[in-house]
């Protein structure tokens, strides 16, 4: 499965210059390609949103949050997408391709694995995080 070159320098820009809060990804034509981008004022919520209903989907998303002790902190998180109502050949393509297309993404903190929204609720991220 090959990756497409932009997939590579968004998340770079992602990382590095915090100008995008998510990417998600599909696979088109046996390559990973950029799906949507959400800008930097973009809410968790607009986040879940951006992800289909009955399509698989990688998305790495630029979670903020403040520790116990009052910290800003940011980490980078993996979210694997793949809903039960996706087609049982788009769930295995996805799986199967999956640790290679992260391994392109250099800086990934936390990998999240969803079949349905409540596996990657705002609770859960936030429980992962820290």
């Not at 250099?106 to 969803?114: R, S, Y």
Request: hydrophobic share 35%; net charge negative.
């Amino acid at each position: 499965m090959a990756v497409h070159d932009d997939c590579k320098l968004k998340f770079q820009e992602l990382k590095a210059r915090r100008i995008y809060r998510f990417i998600t990804f599909k696979i088109e034509q046996q390559q990973v390609v950029v799906d949507k981008i959400g800008g930097p004022t973009e809410s968790y919520e607009d986040f879940q949103a951006s992800l289909p209903s009955d399509e698989c989907r990688y998305a790495v998303y630029d979670f903020d949050f403040t520790t116990d002790e009052n910290c800003q902190k940011s980490k980078i998180f993996f979210v694997a997408w793949a809903p039960d109502t996706s087609k049982v050949r788009m769930k295995m393509v996805y799986a199967s391709s999956k640790d290679r297309f992260k391994r392109e993404l250099d800086g990934i903190q936390v990998e999240l694995q969803a079949t349905d929204p409540s596996e990657m609720s705002l609770d859960t991220v936030k429980a992962r995080a820290l």
